[in-house]
């Protein structure tokens, strides 16, 4: 039997959703080790056992994985930001990619072929738009500030976060200087109103910088000299703020802010749109990939113009407003009030007139719109991580959207509320991971769902492979077909898609689930660029 401190050698042979290393030992038991990576051979203690599974340390790696890189950040293993910064970027990507599959198919019994290639980050440096820094005293009462270490408050020190702007970093160290003489000015338990976190924004598109100060109270010894040195060094800084948080608790941020200099919000543009983002309100902290996920959305939403789109969870209204010209009306829901007003803001600032947003929960704000008889017909949801209730996913369902696109930054929950959708008569299309965290473990997802028509609630149910009858012998299959359009004409198809073309080239005869726009104008029709594409593979597998 495994026990404490024992010393084994372990071949890794997958990743687990935090990016740890897994193995088996021959007796079966499943080893978790940090800081691996698939294919390395380790000589590993092990420190924790519990019945059948085990935890421990890589003490020696004997054969490296091909995997593997030198980290380039010397606090990586004690940073609970990073947990890839030592495999490559493919790497993580597969490990992502899988991450998806593995919930869509274990926790919501999807098919895992419904998941499309990751889409990676252009930047896997810098790219972070927002930062959290922890003000802390060390166990000899000195001042110290950086990142938390993994599922711990203990903070890592860290003066150069790679995946922040480098604009964070010299305003962090300065705040430190400030406050390294100063312990006393450090929230404790003794001191509620002392400074507890740097909290730093970034409006890519302007320059324009946020600093917010997360403190006990309003007002601390000499914070005149901070400001004033702040402004003048960095007159990037259009906003200093503090936000008052006196409780014992995780959450970082309070319920009140004071703008001490500049205006209450700093302003990004997104997707050729404006937005105001106050210091509480929800902004994507990677921009440039946040264009393409929600690019990923509107492709899904296929809105012509005509439409009532509903946006749960809408934040400051970015991902609703970049669609708001493409649909009839817009209704955003949203639970923070500054959010909300930030998002009528956006609205008014971007010309935009046929939006109204709402400050609500998104449970019972469905609800209140549905008893007010209001039918979306594409409803796009993008809950925080603990995903969306059971009762709202009802009432999505009999709200009856031909659509619904759900953006999600938790495969987990995500999974299990696909799982709930697709008991109210809706199924999953199409899943595309997006990674908006590189080096982190997080991955987001965007899910294209929709409602089956009576006529072909069977249909989609089935692997459209095998309603593919004719042909047999000649046949590629969907993957077969995606696969060479990516590869010939550099994007991707869906198997709607693929199915719609070879419905079109009477390959399949059968009435099958999706007809034409007129008979059915909820679901999204290939266009002619991709037509074209799917024809040429069609023919390069010589079924038409
Ligand atoms: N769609 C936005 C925001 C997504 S983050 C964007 O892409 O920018 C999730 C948002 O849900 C946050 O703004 C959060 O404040 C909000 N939220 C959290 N719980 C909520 C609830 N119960 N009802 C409505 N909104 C909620």
Redesign the pocket.
């Known amino acids: 039997m495994l026990s404490k401190n024992d010393m084994i050698k372990l071949n890794i042979t997958s990743l687990t959703s935090d990016g740890d290393g897994v193995a088996r030992t021959g007796e079966g038991i499943v080893v978790f080790v940090p800081d691996t990576a698939v294919g390395d051979c380790i000589s590993a203690r092990i420190l924790k056992v519990r019945k059948n599974i085990a935890y421990g340390k890589a003490e020696e790696i004997l054969t490296p994985s091909p995997d593997r890189i030198t980290p380039d950040c010397s606090v990586s293993r004690q940073c609970g930001g990073c947990v890839y910064r030592h495999v490559t970027y493919e790497a993580e990507l597969r490990a992502k990619r899988q991450k998806v599959i593995d919930c869509v198919t274990r926790i919501g019994k999807l098919d895992g072929g419904l998941v499309r290639e990751i889409i990676p980050s252009a930047t896997t440096d810098g790219y972070r738009n927002k930062a959290m820094i922890p003000v802390g005293l060390d166990k000899n009462g000195s001042v110290t500030m950086g990142f938390y270490a993994r599922r711990s408050h203990r903070i890592v020190p860290c003066a150069e976060c790679r995946l922040s702007p480098g604009i964070f970093n010299r305003i962090s160290a300065d705040f430190y200087e400030f406050m390294k003489e100063r312990p006393a000015l450090v929230y404790s338990e003794n001191n509620r109103g002392g400074v507890r976190h740097l909290y730093l924004r970034y409006a890519e598109a302007s320059g324009d910088v946020m600093v917010c100060v997360v403190a006990g109270k309003r007002h601390f010894e000499d914070e005149a000299i901070l400001y004033d040195s702040l402004k003048e060094k960095y007159p990037q800084i259009k906003s200093i703020v503090v936000n008052i948080n006196p409780d014992d608790t995780n959450v970082i941020l309070g319920k009140k802010c004071y703008t001490v200099f500049g205006g209450d919000c700093i302003t990004d543009t997104l997707c050729g749109l404006q937005f105001d983002i106050a210091p509480r309100?929800?902004?994507?902290v990677n921009r440039t990939q946040?264009e393409r996920l929600y690019g990923i959305a509107r492709d899904y939403a296929c809105l012509t113009g005509e439409e009532t789109l509903l946006?749960?969870?809408?934040?400051?209204g970015?991902?609703g407003l970049s669609m708001a010209r493409d649909c009839k009306s817009l209704i955003g829901?949203?639970?923070?009030p500054e959010?909300i007003e930030n998002a009528k803001r956006n609205a008014q600032r971007n010309g935009i007139g046929n939006a109204r947003f709402l400050c609500?929960?998104?449970?019972a704000a469905a609800a209140q719109l549905k008893g007010e008889g209001i039918a979306p017909d594409v409803i796009v949801v993008?809950?925080?991580r603990k995903g969306l209730t059971p009762e709202l996913i009802k009432t999505v369902a009999q709200m009856r959207p031909a659509r619904v696109v759900y953006?999600s930054c938790d495969p987990a929950t995500l999974a299990r509320d696909l799982a709930l959708f697709t008991e109210q008569n809706y199924s999953v299309k199409e899943i595309t991971p997006v990674d908006m965290f590189p080096r982190t473990a997080g991955v987001e997802s965007v899910v294209l769902l929709s409602r089956k028509m009576p006529d072909d609630k069977i249909e989609v149910d089935l692997d459209l492979d095998e309603l593919d009858l004719t042909s047999a012998e000649l046949k590629a299959t969907y993957q077969e077909i995606k696969d060479y359009v990516l590869k010939e004409y550099g994007f991707k198809v869906s198997t709607l898609y693929i199915s719609q073309v070879k419905r079109k080239c009477g390959i399949i005869e059968r009435e099958n689930y999706n007809h034409s726009r007129k008979e059915n104008p909820h679901i999204p029709q290939c266009p002619k660029e991709k037509e074209d594409a799917i024809r040429a593979a069609l023919e390069h597998f010589a079924m038409i």
């Open positions: 309100s929800f902004y994507q946040a946006d749960l969870y809408c934040g400051t970015t991902i829901v949203e639970i923070i959010a609500a929960d998104a449970t993008d809950p925080p953006v």
